[in-house]
């Protein structure tokens, strides 16, 4: 399994990244590779173009529908619908309630951005992991001011193919039970650490600090930390020793176009 960072500002694009988007990728017997896209936020199709073509995805997993996560799902609906080739084929897009309803509001009423052919979309439900090739996706509720489900990607390690490996994505949460499942055995935690402790301390119950993230990794066993979702205005070194009081494995911040193989 591969984890490719497109995109990993927080809350809007920063001047050197795209907001919230990631690859998961893994290779089946056969020797396919098989294409995740975990969240699409403002900017990240830029960047998902460079990696390759972007209409060659097998699913997109959306975590939750503020704009920083979902935002270029319309213009990835333009690309696919209008490419001198013709229109792809529909690719199935898992989300929380209302993501086909949110894909039509950002999307307005021209026709030309009606992505009614382009995704079929699912709504995610915690009792039922969806199979992508070689790879389990299992949404997580979480706690952020909006529904919202982190998930666990459970596939193959490109290190050792007879072995599973997990990697948990937040998406965006503060603490809770979500948040210690995804960190509990993961070999690879991303988790978002959009607040600081001290400045951020009375609004709760949307994101995290970066000690908070570490806390549950530490409690979880996560065997590495990589910290994500930081707003400009934030310091990143700060996140990092936050996280570092508390957790004593492999730790590091999220940089765009960072892989990372599991």
């Known amino acids: 399994m591969r984890l490719t960072v497109l995109g990993c500002a927080g809350s809007f694009p920063s001047a050197t990244s795209a907001a919230s988007a990631y690859l998961v990728q893994a290779d089946d017997a056969d020797g396919r590779t098989w294409t995740v896209l975990l969240d699409l936020g403002n900017g990240a ?34 690309l696919r619908r209008y490419r001198p080739a013709g229109p792809c084929p529909p690719v199935d897009l898992w989300g929380p309630p209302g993501t086909a309803a949110r894909i039509a509001e950002l999307g307005g009423t021209d026709p030309a951005t009606d992505s009614s052919g382009q995704f079929d ?3 995610w439900d915690p009792a039922t992991p969806v199979q992508v090739g070689p790879l389990r996706l299992e949404p997580v509720a979480m706690n952020h001011s909006v529904p919202t489900f982190g998930v666990r990607v459970v596939g193959p390690s490109d290190r050792d ?5 997990r990697l948990g994505y937040t998406g ?3 603490a ?61 070194q700060l996140a990092l020793a936050e996280a570092r009081e508390v957790y004593a494995g492999p730790l590091e911040l999220a940089a765009p176009g960072q892989v990372r193989v599991l």
Do not use: F, K, M
């Open 45 to 78: 199709l830029g960047p998902l173009q460079r990696l390759g073509d972007p209409t060659a995805l097998d699913a997109i997993a959306i975590s939750h529908l503020h704009a920083d996560h979902c935002a270029d799902l319309v213009v990835l609906n333009v």
């Open 161 to 165: 193919p007879g072995r599973t490996v």
């Open 176 to 236: 809770g039970p979500g948040l210690d499942a995804l960190a509990a055995g993961a070999d690879l935690l991303l988790a978002e650490a959009a607040y600081q402790e001290g400045r951020d301390d009375l609004s709760r119950g949307v994101h995290l600090t970066g000690r908070r993230a570490g806390a549950a990794a530490s409690r979880g066993g996560t065997a590495r930390l990589v910290l994500t979702h930081l707003p400009t205005w934030n310091d990143p």
């Open 121 to 123: 979309v699912h709504q």
């Open 172 to 174: 965006d949460t503060d």
